[in-house]
């Protein structure tokens, strides 16, 4: 268990652009737990349909307008410490966080990510994996560094590729696999903490 002076939850910042889903089952896991606390959703994009979750599950948002990265990076920077956050978790966030952002939050930041890393980093995961004709995909969880999809693998779960799977049947398997590995690894990860 976490232990941290003054109070007894961990706090939880989940990092958002677009449809969330991973937010939904991480904001319905976590919403009655006693030692974690959902407190803050950030997102780049405005019209994120994920923002809909934070209204949900009455979680705090902030939407950071990106033109100019460093000045976005420093409005989170400041919004993170004053809601007291302990641990990032990536959803989805479609900006890479830079070196200085990693170094200035100083606690850890995970990231889910759709291929079995250290394979197929990057973008357009499914495309190339079934380009590529595996035989098995899934999907990660790791540590983020100033490297892409590079740091320190935390869990993983791994599938097979069925020959009919297309581009949308993959995404739509792997993200429910994602929707289990995601919170289980977060609730093990808190508590090693
Ligand atoms: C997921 O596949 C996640 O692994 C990747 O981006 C997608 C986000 O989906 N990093 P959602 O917004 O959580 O539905």
Same mark, same amino acid.
């Given at each position: 268990?976490?232990?941290?002076?003054?109070?007894?939850?961990?706090?939880?910042?989940?990092?958002?652009?677009?449809?969330?889903?991973?937010?939904?089952?991480?904001? #319905?896991?976590?919403? /009655?737990? =006693?030692?974690?606390?959902?407190?803050?959703?950030? @997102?780049?994009?405005? &019209?994120?349909? $994920? +923002?809909?979750?934070?209204?949900?599950?009455?979680?705090?948002?902030?939407?950071?307008?990106?033109?100019?990265?460093?000045?976005?990076?420093?409005?989170?920077?400041?919004?993170?410490?004053?809601?007291?956050?302990?641990?990032?978790?990536?959803?989805?966030?479609?900006?890479?966080?830079?070196? #200085?952002?990693?170094? /200035?939050? =100083?606690?850890?930041?995970?990231?889910?990510?759709? @291929?079995?890393?250290? &394979?197929?980093? $990057? +973008?357009?995961?499914?495309?190339?994996?079934?380009?590529?004709?595996?035989?098995?995909?899934?999907?990660?969880?790791?540590?983020?560094?100033?490297?892409?999809?590079?740091?320190?693998?935390?869990?993983?779960?791994?599938?097979?590729?069925?020959?009919?799977?297309?581009?949308?049947?993959?995404?739509?398997?792997?993200? /429910?696999?994602?929707?289990?590995?995601?919170?289980?690894?977060?609730?093990?990860?808190?508590?090693?903490?």
């Amino acid at each position: 268990m976490v232990k941290l002076i003054g109070r007894n939850k961990t706090n939880i910042a989940v990092f958002i652009s677009g449809v969330g889903s991973n937010l939904k089952s991480i904001a #319905n896991h976590f919403d /009655k737990d =006693k030692n974690i606390n959902i407190s803050l959703v950030i @997102s780049n994009n405005s &019209k994120a349909p $994920g +923002l809909l979750y934070a209204k949900k599950y009455k979680i705090k948002k902030k939407v950071v307008n990106y033109r100019i990265k460093s000045n976005a990076e420093k409005i989170i920077l400041k919004t993170l410490k004053n809601n007291k956050i302990d641990l990032i978790c990536l959803a989805g966030f479609m900006k890479i966080l830079s070196k #200085n952002f990693i170094k /200035k939050f =100083k606690k850890p930041i995970l990231n889910i990510h759709p @291929s079995l890393l250290p &394979k197929f980093k $990057g +973008l357009n995961t499914h495309k190339r994996v079934l380009k590529a004709k595996e035989k098995f995909s899934g999907c990660t969880v790791h540590i983020v560094t100033p490297s892409l999809d590079s740091g320190k693998i935390i869990s993983q779960k791994k599938i097979k590729i069925n020959k009919n799977d297309n581009f949308f049947t993959l995404q739509k398997r792997i993200l /429910k696999f994602e929707h289990a590995l995601y919170p289980k690894t977060i609730k093990k990860f808190v508590a090693n903490l």
